[in-house]
């Protein structure tokens, strides 16, 4: 079974802090993603990552950077959280093939900024 | 580019009633289409999906949805709802150049007894 994990399902953090969130996969996949889910707009990719160092932006990136220095952790981080990133930040990995096309999901953090 | 339109944010039903979430999408180039569903307080799972041949695809635990090119419609359904089917479901559309999805805004589905 594929297995993404993310570090924390609840994170509660202040306006301004720099803001870490943690995405790990199993199953050697070489693309990763990140979205953030909102009531009435579904799932915003933010980041994707074709393999190691390798990033490129989605439809919302302003505010978030990310970072993959290992093939099966994929990290995004908040410079500096402001109150309208409170959402739910979905990571997903898939591989290459093209054949399955079936990306896998962990199961969410729910980021509070106050 | 593409996009993909969930018309209907919520569908409450009745348990043993059936059901259809529709979902329409725009592309200028050709696409595959999928169904994801998320149960309360989980992640996303692939429901189904359609890449090729036969239009009309299924699920194990009996959706069943139709790709209609010429009506751009992916709608889901399903003859017979359980309470257990209640979550939301996401629409999504990936053009055959890239690993990229595109999500609609997601439908909730709520199965009263």
């Known amino acids: 079974d594929v297995k993404v994990t993310q570090s924390s399902r609840y994170l509660v953090k202040r306006t301004g802090e720099k803001v870490f969130l943690e995405c790990v996969q199993d199953?050697?996949?070489?693309?990763m993603f990140w979205y953030r889910q909102d009531p009435g707009l579904g799932l915003r990719l933010i980041y994707f990552?074709?393999?190691?160092?390798?990033?490129e932006k989605g439809d919302i990136p302003e505010g978030y950077s990310v970072s993959r220095e290992k093939k099966e952790r994929f990290s995004l981080i908040l410079e500096s959280a402001s109150t309208n990133q409170t959402s739910m930040y979905l990571c997903a990995s898939s591989p290459p093939d093209r054949i399955n096309y079936e990306q896998y999901f962990g199961p969410g953090t729910r980021l509070t900024v106050t | 580019a593409q996009s993909v339109t969930q018309l209907d944010s919520q569908v409450p039903v009745f348990e043993e009633a059936p059901v259809e979430l529709r979902c329409n999408y725009s592309s200028s180039v050709s696409v595959y289409l999928f169904w994801y569903v998320q149960y309360p307080n989980q992640g996303l799972q692939l429901l189904l999906k359609y890449l090729s041949g036969s239009t009309l695809v299924e699920s194990i635990n009996g959706f069943e949805a139709e790709f209609n090119k010429s009506q751009t419609s992916f709608h889901l359904r399903k003859p017979s709802v359980h309470i257990s089917d209640t979550a939301e479901y996401f629409c999504a559309v990936s053009a055959h150049n890239t690993d990229k999805l595109i999500f609609g805004t997601g439908t909730r589905l709520q199965v009263f007894p």
């Open positions: 199953m050697d996949h070489e693309n």
């Open positions: 990552s074709y393999d190691v160092k390798m990033k």
